[in-house]
């Protein structure tokens, strides 16, 4: 029951596909129209010429330096015919897309101005990098706005600035809606990754050159931390699109400065990574990258366009230099480091060759591809990118491998110092070992000293009194046992260590308890000797027991006692 339950669910959500898919098929694709009726006059105008003026038909994409047009200094007007489709109001608002319109313009529909992109004039300058997206009146209410069937579009162009080469590009019209994606991409692309970089590349800098200023000697962050600020500046072409006019050429001066020092920079780091270290070509390429700017600076926004131009276009020759070189180096170390180094800066080359004939509007470029010029994509942006993050993938590695060399040095002499301590440890025992001998043999002479003096001078004492016949036999006893109990004091003293005068003392005491009990003489003994004593030498040790064995000699020769009490107690 189960399995039947299971198929026929599955039967009914394949027929349902099946019935979904003939409806998908029948829906309209929104229309996305291009007009191909276009046309262009040059004149002075504040609202669109009539159709009976001496309009020239031409098409968009329109690069004036492609068609080789001699600006005049005059509006421009383009004329762009389109058709709607009738149901065009159940498709929601309409707007006019285009990717990009650098000088702003003015745009009209059907007769009535219905947009305006700012353009430049004497109180701020504009230079749109980003795409726009207007949207399109219509319905009754509107007048003249979008309707149903032919329609007319004019732009306006402010006259072009002198040497100025307009680019118009290809313009397209339909649903709001169809045209979001690709208007939220471009912009995505043009504005919002140089938004990104441009906060990376300066979080980046403060960073890294913080790490140079704390150490001097790695230059190689220093030159880094430089690269990365001179491209957050310049990416930031792509954001500051509207500046008073006063301020927009210390601007320009800022961007062109950033241009040549960036691309100085990178070069001084590539060749620095490869062991390329040349203070004179170093120094040359500094002074090339201080030219365009001071030309900048002392002829002025007249001579942008050369600035833009030929100083730009040196750096291709710098570039390819600085690859050549660079491949030789990649080439004779074979490293993992090198060879990523030059493919990354390969492509970032390629890629400035690109945006720059891109930027002149070079003619054999449109040939060559001509719906990607018209789309006026530059690459260097992103080739760019590619080229910090292997830098810095560089350092990055070279920090990372100087963090395993000082841990392994560490290692090292972690185990180095163990070892040292081991081997100390042996010498400063042996020390003590040897110190310990010699004090215990030092020792050994005082109590043969004291026993050569003592036992000695009483043997020999005893044997010159004997030989006179000067001794009777009980005192030749008694000097004899005199001997004895000194030599077997001096033997206890040295058989036993600094820190046992307990066990010398319980033989002292295993001796001399048996004799006075002998001699009917009851001892009672009381020692007090608390853990903390210092250590008593044998020598000492010896003294305390002459002590006491001469006191109870007095007791046992002169008392006549039937008692006897020895109290023992360290007092410190």
């Known amino acids: 029951m189960t399995r039947r339950r299971l198929a026929c669910l599955c039967l009914w959500v394949w027929l349902s596909l099946c019935a979904l898919v003939p409806a998908r098929a029948q829906e ?15 004149i002075d105008r504040a609202f669109p010429p009539p159709a009976s003026s001496a309009w020239t038909a031409t098409s968009l994409p329109d690069n004036w330096a492609h068609r080789g047009y001699h600006p005049e200094r005059l509006p421009v007007w383009y004329r762009l015919e389109f058709d709607v489709p009738a149901e065009f109001e159940r498709q929601g608002a309409w707007a006019v897309y285009l990717p990009y319109l650098y000088d702003g313009g003015q745009f009209f529909l059907n007769g009535k101005l219905v947009a305006k992109i700012d353009e430049t ?28 069937g032919p329609n007319v579009l004019h732009l306006r162009l402010n006259a072009p600035a002198v040497g100025v080469m307009l680019k118009i590009p290809e313009i397209q019209l339909g649903p709001a809606q169809a045209l979001q994606e690709v208007y939220e991409q471009r912009m995505f692309l043009i504005r919002t990754v140089a938004q990104f970089t441009s906060a990376a590349c300066f979080a980046t800098a403060v960073v890294v050159l913080f790490i140079w200023w704390r150490r001097r000697a790695e230059v190689l962050y220093g030159i880094f931390g430089l690269t990365t600020l001179l491209w957050g500046v310049r990416t930031l072409t792509f954001v500051i699109e509207q500046l008073p006019t006063a301020q927009w050429y210390v601007w320009r001066l800022c961007y062109q400065s950033a241009t040549g020092g960036f691309v100085v920079a990178m070069a001084l780091f590539v060749l620095r990574t490869a062991g390329l270290v040349r203070p004179k070509l170093e120094l040359t390429l500094i002074a090339y990258a201080l030219v365009g700017p001071l030309v900048l600076a002392l002829g002025g926004s007249e001579v942008e366009r050369w600035v833009s131009s030929v100083w730009t276009g040196g750096f291709l020759v710098v570039a390819t230099l600085i690859i050549a070189m660079v491949f030789v180096a990649a080439w004779r170390q074979r490293t993992g480091t090198a060879i990523a180094l030059m493919l990354t800066v390969l492509v970032a080359v390629l890629a400035a060759g690109h945006d720059y004939f891109l930027l002149i509007s070079a003619s054999w470029l449109a040939a060559l591809l001509p719906q990607w010029t018209a789309a006026r994509i530059f690459v260097l942006a992103y080739a760019a990118n590619a080229v910090l993050l292997v830098m810095g993938s560089i350092l990055a590695s070279r920090f990372i491998n100087a963090l395993h060399e000082l841990e392994a040095l560490n290692q090292t002499l972690d185990r180095r110092v163990a070892e040292r301590e081991v081997v100390i440890e042996q010498n400063y025992q042996r020390l003590l070992d040897l110190e310990g001998q010699r004090q215990g043999a030092e020792e050994r002479q005082r109590i043969m000293q004291d026993m050569h003096d003592g036992l000695g001078a009483q043997l020999f004492s005893s044997l010159s009194r004997s030989e006179r016949a000067d001794l009777s036999q009980q005192e030749m006893s008694d000097a004899l046992r005199a001997c004895i109990a000194e030599m077997r004091l001096a033997i206890d003293s040295l058989s036993t260590s600094e820190d046992d005068f307990g066990a010398t003392f319980s033989d002292f005491r295993f001796r001399w308890e048996p004799q006075l009990k002998a001699l009917g003489i009851e001892s009672r003994w009381q020692v007090t000797i608390a853990p903390d004593v210092p250590p008593l030498a044998p020598h000492n040790t010896l003294q305390v027991l002459r002590i006491l064995q001469e006191a109870l000699t007095n007791v046992l020769k002169h008392s006549r006692a039937a008692h006897v009490e020895v109290r023992l107690r360290w007092v410190g």
Not at 122 to 145: D, F, M, T, V
């Open 28 to 42: 309209t694709p929104a229309p996305i129209i291009t007009p191909s009726r276009v046309s262009m006059l040059v």
């Open 121 to 148: 004039d004497q109180y701020e300058h504009s230079k749109w990098e980003r795409p726009h997206l207007l949207a399109l009146p219509y319905g009754a209410a509107y007048g003249n706005g979008l309707n149903a």
